[in-house]
């Protein structure tokens, strides 16, 4: 079947990425202002929030460690910076947890709010040169954090991880992890590992996990996941062999459901998982 588009935290097509740390700009721009993982938003109305649209964060008396532009959208320029964790809370602003804003911002400005943190988060954590220690200074034109004493590259970190809805006749496989919510179960997923292809990884994670072997692996879609810098691509596979056998350090359960003996609950709609679930149902019914 046609592969499925995702959306969410996908760049939206009014979206221009920037690499260059251009000069703040004189007009207003969009600033997606993170303290630690929460996102500065304004209430709009009752259910709606807003990305700050203003000249310079000074303009509502956030003082900034740390800004870089990250592109425009609409012609507007956007930017992502850090504050200081010391910064006070104020009755004008909310800080929100990205999650929490799905359905609440503009679905466009939700998905840079998942690059604009990516790129915080890379910035934060590689201020230092791995290799000698020396400050790392961002260089121009690219993404890039470059050591200026040994001239060692440091670009943001994308974690590739695999997602697979595994089917057997009428039914598919959902298995829970450990830190999941009572009640919800998932499809299996993990890591990539140095070396291998997704489809490697795909057989890897499953038998480890599960303890069955699978085929037909075919892609159905990929989702940008920052949370904190993980790209998921999502795959469909038919079941070949073995019984289910958990590894308890990885699954607390796993079982075969269908579309008639469904878990009591299932990923939130933000999640290129609960996509998944809702395109093997389709599948099953046009069966």
Known sequence: GATQTIMIFSAPERFIPAAKDAEISSSKAFWFLFKKNELLVFASSVNRLEVPYIKDPSDIAISIVARQCIGHYDGK?????????????????????????????????????????????????????????????????????????????????????????????????????????????????????????LEQTVHREVHEEVGIRVKNIRYFASQPWPFPHSLMIAFHADYASGEINIDPNEIEDAGWFSATKLPERLPGPISISRKLIIDTLRRLKSV
């Open 77 to 197: 320029p956007c930017y992502t910076a850090e504050v200081p964790d010391s910064t006070q809370k104020n009755d004008d602003f909310i800080w929100s947890g990205l999650r929490s804003l799905y359905g609440k911002l503009d679905d466009d400005l939700f998905a840079i709010s998942g690059r604009a943190y990516q790129i915080a988060d890379w910035y934060r954590n590689h201020q230092f040169c791995g290799r000698c220690g020396e400050r790392n200074k961002l260089q121009d034109g690219e993404r890039c954090l470059i050591c200026p004493s040994c001239s060692l590259p440091h670009y943001p970190k994308i974690a590739p991880a695999i997602m697979v809805m595994i089917k057997k006749g009428q039914e598919f496989l959902l298995a829970r992890s450990h830190h999941f919510i009572p009640g919800m179960y998932s499809a299996l997923a993990g890591f990539a590992e140095p070396g291998e292809t």
